[in-house]
């Protein structure tokens, strides 16, 4: 497993944007799957967007945020970000950086180490 730290969340209005970064401790970055989940209260996690180990390979959105976010890694820093732009009401939630061992998954189940989350909030 990784200890996983993000950052970045914030207040902004209705079409900002906002890049949130996640940074791994460890020495096998390289070899997670990474992605980003979105929680609310009495809501379930929710998948946002995951990318594959190696750099550019492989990601993956939910539809929610197709055209909106981006995710990117620099292995050489241990980190992964989530590019938000065009933010919206819906965007707010707790965003979660999550690690997985080899291929990357939409599902929280599969996810074997979490951070403890950013908060971002969308001010209309």
């Known amino acids: 497993q990784v200890q996983l730290i993000e950052s970045g969340g914030d207040l902004v209005q209705t079409g900002g944007s906002l890049n949130l970064s996640c940074v791994s401790s460890?020495?096998?970055?390289?070899?997670?799957?990474m992605a980003w989940f979105r929680q609310v209260p009495d809501k379930e996690r929710e998948f946002v967007a995951s990318?594959?180990?190696?750099?550019?390979?492989?990601?993956r959105l939910a539809d929610k945020v197709k055209g909106r976010f981006t995710i990117s890694r620099d292995n050489a820093k241990n980190t992964v970000y989530l590019q938000m732009n065009s933010l919206q009401a819906e965007d707010t939630a707790r965003y979660f950086c999550a690690a997985r061992y080899g291929s990357p998954s939409q599902s929280p189940y599969d996810q074997e180490s979490w951070g403890r989350g950013t908060q971002v909030t969308i001010a209309s």
């Open positions: 990318i594959s180990w190696q750099s550019g390979l492989s990601t």
């Open positions: 460890g020495r096998t970055f390289s070899s997670y799957a």
